[in-house]
């Protein structure tokens, strides 16, 4: 095509491309209508409440720092606790059944399930979002001398990816 974009697909010269840009955007229309009609349900998406594993995983994730902290030379003892700003979540996969029956209307909701090999059923989870930690504070045997304490600061801000104002480093009495 020419300078003039959109005017020169109309010139004779570009029956041939004109037909093919016509002909791709009745086929996507035609994609569009057979995904609706063929789709007996509509699915609604919706966030899983917090559970307690969801406070687990950041228990467990707080003592795994500190046993790799612990090992800093001279760190001694060493014990962890994170703040979060946003907590862990999954959005799981819903199927909406719509009845209708006089003048009332019923909705139900389920979860989509996927069963694995074993018959065990999880469900569809479409999105997860990991926790994002807005605070670190670590107390540690070793962290008054400033070598140490500038280490275990170093490492949680590696480990959590914190900016150094978010992560306090104290002597543990």
Do not use: C
Request: charged share 25%.
């Amino acid at each position: 095509m020419e300078k003039d974009g959109w005017k020169g697909l109309f010139r004779p010269e570009n029956k041939k491309l004109r037909n093919h840009v016509m002909l791709a955007l009745m086929l996507g229309i035609l994609l569009l209508a057979a995904g609706r009609s063929f789709s007996g349900t509509k699915e609604k998406v919706e966030p899983l409440p917090q559970t307690a594993v969801r406070e687990m995983s950041g228990r467990e994730t707080e003592q795994r720092m500190a046993e790799i902290l612990s090992k800093v030379e001279g760190a001694g003892q060493v014990d962890v606790m994170m703040t979060y700003r946003q907590t862990e979540e999954k959005t799981v996969a819903h199927s909406e059944t719509r009845e209708e029956s006089d003048d009332t209307l019923r909705t139900e909701q389920a979860p989509i399930l996927l069963e694995d090999e074993d018959g065990a059923t999880t469900p569809l989870v479409l999105t997860e979002m990991s926790p994002v930690v807005e605070g670190v504070v670590i107390a540690a045997q070793g962290a008054g001398d400033p070598a140490v304490a500038a280490a275990l600061h170093q490492a949680a801000q590696a480990l959590l990816d914190v900016p150094a104002h978010k992560v306090a480093v104290l002597k543990m009495k």
